[in-house]
């Protein structure tokens, strides 16, 4: 219900601030990249996961039984908005721009969901600043507030990229640093989370994804830069 709101939320801002000749067009975009989102997230799951899916086929289908991932979230959301672009003839760089608030309230949601839904949890904690959460036994106990900074941050972070926007001329800029952000908080905030999940090489896999998402963005937004002052020239 709580990632259902907060897509709600992203429609509506991505209508809102779309051009009015466009508008349908750009909630079109948006819930077809939520769908890209949500098949990626799951694929990504059941990957990661293969051993249990392998022996439980029919449950691959059943999202509502939980097991969503985050990086495979953003990796299927940037999948759908490349197809969508070159299927539509739309300059890649501005429709994502436009789909970056979509990006932005899911993933705040998404944070506070796992609150209540016990996963992405922090350490048990005696400091004043930690708050009761429950584990995926129910064992509630206060720990480290993983979710809410994770929420937090990310919306710091999407509206401070979305007044700098306003300012930056690079087509596609903001979608890039808006991407580095949601992965630079999945990978620092990794460190803090004792949720089990497979590792590899010391790092929790998210944060393996996390960290290709960010070389990924960073290359992108060097690209964009230099094209931009390229086209100066």
């Avoid at 907060?6 to 000749?21: D, F, H, I, M």
């Avoid at 890649?92 to 932005?104: F, T, Y």
């Avoid at 969901?113 to 959460?133: F, H, M, N, Q, R």
């Avoid at 007044?163 to 087509?171: D, E, P, V, W, Y």
Wanted: aromatic share 12%; net charge positive; charged share 10%.
């Amino acid at each position: 219900m709580i990632i259902g709101l907060g897509a709600l939320a992203g429609l509506l801002l991505v209508t809102w601030r779309a051009p009015q000749k466009e508008r349908l067009r750009y909630v079109d975009a948006g819930i077809l990249t939520l769908l890209g989102s949500l098949i990626g997230s799951r694929l990504m799951t059941v990957a990661v996961n293969w051993s249990y899916y392998a022996s439980n086929l029919g449950e691959i289908f059943k999202v509502w039984m939980g097991g969503l991932s985050g990086i495979g979230a953003l990796t299927g959301g940037i999948l759908a908005v490349l197809i969508l672009s070159l299927w539509w003839k739309t300059p890649l760089g501005v429709l994502a721009d436009a789909l970056l608030p979509l990006a932005g309230t899911v993933t705040i949601a998404a944070w506070l969901g796992c609150w209540l839904d016990s996963c992405s949890y922090g350490y048990p904690s005696t400091a004043w600043w930690a708050i009761p959460a429950r584990d995926e036994w129910g064992v509630s106990a206060n720990r480290f507030p993983v979710q809410f900074i994770g929420a937090i941050l990310t919306l710091i972070m999407i509206w401070s990229i979305d007044k700098a926007g306003l300012h930056l001329q690079a087509q596609g800029l903001s979608a890039a640093l808006g991407l580095f952000g949601l992965s630079a908080v999945i990978l620092g905030l990794s460190y803090f989370r004792i949720d089990p999940t497979p590792v590899w090489h010391g790092l929790r896999l998210e944060a393996w994804g996390a960290l290709a998402l960010m070389i990924f963005s960073s290359v992108t937004v060097v690209v964009l830069l230099l094209r931009w002052m390229l086209s100066k020239k």
